[in-house]
Nanobody
Framework: QVQLVESGGDSVQAGGSLRLSCAASKVTRSGMGWFRQTPGKEREGVAAISGHYGTPIYADSVKGRFTISKDNAKGNLYLQMSSLKPEDTAMYYC???????????????????WGQGTQVTVSS
């Protein structure tokens, strides 16, 4: 079973940028996604990318500011975050799901493998 390890989380000022990375222990036939969660709230999908065509999708709240990308040779996933806002503060998780091989998805239920998360804090 593939293991996912996120990194790159940090504390930044509003308007700043961060790049999150998700290292996969092996390449799988799966799409991948980034999710985030704050205490007391449900985990929400931020960005996802299909495995076969590399088609990305984004939550409305991050469109134009975040860019998801995938290294198909290594199975690693990235999230470039720009123009960060305080409301982007959350624990960010990467996930892998075989059901998203052809179509990306922002639904938690489409993913079966999860990383441990990396904290992003944006101050105003």
């Amino acid at each position: 079973q593939v293991q996912l390890v996120e990194s790159g989380g940090d504390s930044v000022q509003a308007g700043g940028s961060l790049r999150l990375s998700c290292a996969a222990s092996k390449v799988t036939r799966s799409g991948m996604g980034w999710f985030r969660q704050t205490p007391g709230k449900e985990r929400e999908g931020v960005a996802a990318i299909s495995g076969h065509y590399g088609t990305p999708i984004y939550a409305d709240s991050v469109k134009g500011r975040f860019t998801i990308s995938k290294d198909n040779a290594k199975g690693n996933l990235y999230l470039q975050m720009s123009s960060l806002k305080p409301e982007d503060t959350a624990m960010y998780y990467c996930a892998s799901g075989r059901d998203t091989w052809y179509s990306p998805s922002l639904k938690q239920s489409d993913y079966t493998i999860w990383g441990q998360g990396t904290q992003v804090t944006v101050s105003s």
